[in-house]
């Protein structure tokens, strides 16, 4: 092949690199591994990562849930995993017709008229959320509440940073857990930002808050880091959200150290146009076919470049099928079925803990599979003896909140068994 | 003759989800409950509870979710099948191993939030990452955080801002001024705009490289906060005066942000830092072959000069003098975060499978391959379709549909048209500055054989687009729907489905 372009050697591929600066030194990364070293290096590093083998009662934002086998397996088609964008639909149709499931799906659990083709994840699409809500209103002022995860919130404000955009962060009510200081909010507000159930676990009050929100014609901005949730819990749509943001890693996505997740984005018929993200929708061919395409794609960078809703260019595609495979697999009795035991399995937990002499639950808004429960001294020590008899007894909330130095935010899912949770129990006592 | 495709096949028609529902049917089976189960009012009362019953939500069989997802995916074309040759997307073989080592249950199932000393290897393989794209690309500040590459820009012309910020003070703000050839990627200028800073269009020139008059007379119009550019540049080019243009904008006070969108060009063979390169972002779905799954997930690593390094985001993984790795948000003059946790942590593993794999004369010898089948294709398809550049392409080729428009015949109708010969088309009208363009990259993943298809395919599309221009027009001929009306499908877009819409096979 080098012969019948001309050259002779690989070298001369390169003759449009100036001399001076191409790389005269074989790169300083290993030999090359064959498959069987390979995997033993991973197994080796992996062997490392001990809080696997161990029960744990971590949440805050990344959740321990049962996916069925089919979800990992079907997502290994070549035809799923290998291919891109669909930018040709003719022969992309099995990723857009997941993708319009997809849409739907998530309208329909979110009560919300439209969702897009999915953001990168829960704490990115609530950024976009920020940016969107300026736009519709054209107002400068996002209020959120301190109780929104704060990751969530330090990528917000990452993003936000160079625009004209003020962030109020809003307190919670330290005797119920819940969003209560709206003091900031005025016709200036741009939108209301609560997540629920919060990161402490909390049950927000989402309709109160839609109608403060709305009556000095502010947004009101949900966000949902437990997906579960919603086989339970009344829809952010029915309570009247405008925009409903969250992280979808729960339908069956391995937790995978934080990554990758899959962010979806809804809201009402009547913003599609300043929606970020890629979007599918029906169309026909000349004989009448139904299919699918992406659309609406003047909203987008390839498009209108700088004045584009968002920078996004993809979406979070094959975690996005997951989410979509898991959800339907689950279906209308599972996804119920699934979020009452964990309601369940977390009451029992919260209840068995809340007896023992020296805790308590210092918030007392109704929670669904997370809370925060108080101990006699610092949760980290308690958290430590824990750990030392083998179990991840939860997330210390002076991690991210000063001043809770006792407080332990615990998270019970299906996959706790009783005899887990009774060992919590036993190793707190 | 015509032999057409039997659709009535039940492989071919497989409805929505929806449609397919049937009222109580399941597909999955929880263990019992095994805690005494309270009322559910007094967990959650019920004005808290959902009360649709989870109206039009989905009752199916876990078969008829495994065939309703196998006879879709059937629909798609993908790398699994051949040549995928997208120009900028490095649509290269996507190693079953690397999917493999991902699903090690001690990555897989590891909580983000567990003790730093029960997570010590993710940091391990985070950091081994992190060391070989500094060595990759000769930048050692490295940030494996953002989760894709539009989020890679962003973050990169972040840490520009920050620096500028901090050593030109309250003057900063007369700084804001970001260079972007006319030729770049959309998301170049959106994510400029995301830190603050305005666009100003560089021209390239006939030979499809950067104006040098052009950039140096923007840049003596001040206020230039920096350039972005793609090298090789997304016309497959490379920018040969890419010393000179670091020092220009560098001497205008600015700092220079590479585009690794093509570093699939490069690797082993020439690195951004040794040109004068201040930042860049790397795509681990392009070059380190992660999978594009459809359209995501990503993952966008951002490597700077030690200059920069304070600037990136936090947390950063970090080694101590006892082996120990660990998290450090210690930098006050960090962007923050760009994504909770720590990035799109699969694909960093199967990335670093890559590197293992190739190894260091691997990854330069994958590096030639693409070169080498880019420059082929170019050659063998030279004089059938136009080239707009006479210079020599890195691992993409250029086209232009110019020959062929003589006949009516665009650059969509051949990228359909090559649907029906059984391949995926390339990129199409990107970038903007070529008139119909068509951008070729068939990666290190193909052999001649399947090159040499894909050029007699072209040339035949050539030859209908003489003879028989409908037959490229109306193209694709041999798939289950065929072109479809955007444009309807834009004005009263459906973007969910729901009880009242038409089911399959029926017109709008």
Known sequence: MLKEIGLNTAEELFRSIPEDIRLKRSLNVTEPLAESEIIAAFEGMASRNTATVKPSFLGAGVYSHFSPTIVDHLIQRSEFFTSYTPYQPEISQGTLQYIFEFQTLV???????????????????????????????????????ASVHPEYREVARTYTQHGDLEIVTANFDEATGTLSDLSALDEKTAAVVVQSPNFFGCIEDLSSLAKKAHAV???????????????????????????????????????????????????????????????CGVAYDKNGNRGFTLTLSTREQHIRREKATSNIC??????????????????????????????????????????????????SAPTFN???????????????????????????????????????????????????????????? | ????????????????????????????????????????????????????????????????????????????????????????????????LNEKVARIPGFAGLHPLAPQEESQGALEMIYRLQEAL???????????????????EMTGVMLIRAFLDERDGEASKDRRVMLIPDSAHGTNPASAAMAGFTVKTIRSTADGITDMDHLRELCSEGGIAGVMFTNPNTVGIFERNI??????????????????????ALVGVARPGDMGVDVIHLNLHKTFSTPHGGGGPGCGPCCCTAELAKYLPVPRIEKKASGEFFLNSDYPNSIGRVKAFYGNFGMMVRALSYIYTHGN????????????????????????IAKPFPSDGMHEAIFSHKNQAKNGVVTLDIAKRLIDYGFHPMTIYFPLVVEGAMLIEPTESVGRADLDAFVEAMIDIDREAKEDPDLVKNAPHSTRIGRLDEAAAARKPVLRWGPDMEAAGTSA
């Open chain 1, 107 to 145: 309208a329909q659990l979110t009560g919300m008229e439209v969702a897009n083709a999915s953001m990168y994840d829960g704490s990115t699409a609530m950024a976009e959320a920020y940016l969107m809500a300026q736009r519709v209103t054209r107002r400068d002022k996002v209020i959120v509440a």
């Open chain 1, 217 to 279: 014609g502010a947004l009101l901005v949900v966000v949902v880091t437990e997906a579960i949730s919603f086989g339970l819990l009344k829809s952010p749509g029915a309570c009247d959200a405008d925009i409903v943001v969250g992280e979808g890693q729960s339908w069956g996505i391995p937790a995978s150290f934080g990554g990758p997740h899959v962010g979806f984005f809804a809201t009402r018929d009547k913003f599609i146009r300043q929606m970020p993200g890629r979007l």
């Open chain 1, 314 to 363: 993809t979406n979070q595609g094959l975690i996005a099928l997951a989410a979509t495979i898991y959800m339907e697999a689950m279906g209308k009795k599972g996804l119920q079925e699934v979020a009452e035991q964990n309601a369940q399995k977390a009451a029992y937990a919260k209840k068995k803990i809340g007896e023992i002499e020296g805790f308590s639950a210092p918030f």
């Open chain 1, 370 to 429: 997370e809370f925060v429960v108080r101990g006699p001294k610092s949760a980290a020590e308690i958290l430590e003896t824990v750990r030392a008899k083998g179990v991840i007894g939860g997330l210390a909330l002076s991690h991210y909140y000063a001043g809770h130095d006792n407080d332990i935010l615990v998270c019970v899912t299906e996959t706790n068994s009783r005899e887990q949770i009774d060992e919590l129990v036993s190793l707190f006592r």
């Open chain 2, 1 to 96: 003759m015509s032999i057409k495709k039997v659709t009535s096949h039940p492989t071919q028609n497989e409805a929505l989800i929806f449609e397919r529902s049937q009222t109580g049917r399941v597909g999955y089976r929880l263990p019992k409950l095994d805690v005494e189960a309270m009322n559910i009012d007094d967990i959650v009362p019920a004005a808290l509870r959902r009360d649709d019953d989870l109206a039009d939500v989905p009752e199916v069989s876990e078969v008829d979710v495994v065939r309703h997802f196998t006879r879709i995916s059937t629909w798609n074309y993908s790398i699994d099948l051949g040549i995928y040759p997208l120009g900028s997307c490095t649509m290269k073989y996507n190693s079953r």
């Open chain 2, 134 to 152: 500094a060595e990759i690309t000769g930048l050692p500040g490295v940030s494996l955080q953002p989760a894709a590459g539009a989020q890679g």
């Open chain 2, 243 to 264: 010393k000179e243009i670091c020092d220009t904008v560098h001497g205008a006070g600015g700092l220079v942000y590479m585009d690794g969108a093509n570093m699939n």
């Open chain 2, 361 to 384: 004369d691997g990854l330069k010898e994958a590096t030639e391959a693409a070169v080498l089948n880019a420059r082929y294709l170019g050659h063998k398809l030279e004089g059938t």
